[in-house]
């Protein structure tokens, strides 16, 4: 005859302290905000219900729904990011494009909730993260934060991962044109004068001298430099041909002497590149690594400890600013199609689609201009 099956033993705590008390059902529960919630399955170890109480603790305390079998917003970041990851890998998007993804998904599991399922989220949820955004941020930088958030979220619904497209709500939009206008005015202009460039120059060590000169004279910013490769130079008939890594853009700029010298120096100097993509790079720092990997600081970072050194430190004004003086400059030869030729900028109207090139004269008498207004 079959033994009938014995039942579990009344649940006891293993110590005193345990925050989770034992329900005669068998479960492990503990009151939250007025409400008592289950950890574990039935009969389960305390050690595994300890677990789960510990993983979704944060979130019960703050209110926040807990996904039991649902697709929660840590594994949809997750998937999010392995999609971005492969377009990464497959060089459809640059690494910063990555690192600002990643940084976003980081935001969304804080203010969201980890443990949250993605289908409970609804639009007061959102509001109080834009809340929160936009007492630390300003304007352009919470307008960009919304629009990676609605990237992230547009990604679950077309790939299946979700059944619906979330509501965001009425609130959870990016600052109007207007508003960011206004916060533009209201900060300095991110501009050097002719004067502050030659002393920075002036001070500047090689590597960051031959920066300062390819970011007045091509307008190149941080990561251009940091990503121009050596192929790109042909410095005996003094021309860069370099894509813009923002863009995949192709750029084309006419060097001036002062700009060939100086790289002929950091092309000399260069230390030995660590692994292969510093190869091929003309800017490696002391390490012989990539200036976007270097831990002691990135381009900005260098380019703001020479603005200290020489007394023009503004905020909000760095290096990316030589970029804006060589589209204001240059923009006053009138001739607007070479200037953005050489800025590499990206336009959707019909005339650039139809182009396809532009004469050296044209691009020569941009950059000649620029150098007039620099050395006079």
Not at 42 to 60: G, N, S, V
Request: hydrophobic share 35%; charged share 35%.
């Amino acid at each position: 005859m079959a033994t009938p099956n014995k039942k579990p033993r009344k649940l006891k705590k293993p110590y005193a302290s345990f925050p989770l008390t034992p329900h005669p059902n068998g479960y492990w529960v503990k009151k939250i905000n007025g409400r008592q919630h289950r950890f574990g399955e039935r009969w389960a170890t305390p050690q595994d219900a300890l677990a789960e109480y510990m993983e979704t603790k944060d979130d019960l305390f703050l209110g926040r729904q807990v996904a039991r079998g649902k697709l929660t917003v840590r594994d949809a970041c997750n998937a999010f990011l392995d999609d971005r990851h492969a377009r990464l890998e497959s060089g459809e998007i640059v690494q910063r494009s990555f690192d600002d993804y990643r940084k976003t998904c980081l935001n969304i599991v804080e203010h969201l909730g980890r443990e949250t399922a993605v289908e409970d989220l609804k639009p007061r949820d959102f509001t109080r993260m834009r809340t929160k955004l936009a007492e630390r941020w300003s304007k352009v930088t919470l307008s960009n934060e919304i629009q990676r958030v609605r990237v992230c979220f547009k990604f679950l619904y077309d790939s299946g991962e979700i059944d619906a497209p979330l509501r965001f709500g009425p609130s959870f939009r990016r600052p109007s044109a207007k508003v960011l206008r206004e916060e533009k005015n209201s900060k300095p202009a991110k501009d050097f004068t002719a004067d502050e460039i030659r002393r920075l120059i002036d001070a500047a060590s090689s590597s960051m001298r031959a920066m300062i000169f390819l970011g007045i004279n091509c307008g190149f910013g941080n990561t251009d430099v940091a990503r121009l490769k050596r192929d790109a130079l042909d410095l005996a008939d003094r021309w860069v041909e370099h894509p813009r890594p923002k863009t995949g853009v192709m750029r084309r700029c006419r060097l001036w002497s002062e700009t060939c010298d100086a790289l002929r120096i950091v092309l000399a100097e260069r230390p030995a590149p660590k692994d292969d993509e510093a190869q091929e790079l003309v800017f490696v720092t002391e390490r012989g690594q990539c200036w976007e990997k270097n831990r002691n600081g990135s381009v900005g970072q260098e380019f703001g400890r020479l603005q200290d050194a020489c007394g023009c430190r503004r905020k909000g004004v760095g290096f990316y600013a030589l970029r804006h003086v060589f589209e204001t400059v240059g923009g006053d030869t009138k001739d607007q199609v070479a200037v953005d030729f050489i800025m590499g900028h990206s336009r959707n109207d019909m005339a650039s689609v139809y182009r396809t090139r532009i004469e050296d004269d044209r691009l020569i008498a941009v950059t000649d201009h620029v150098r007039t207004w620099l050395f006079g």
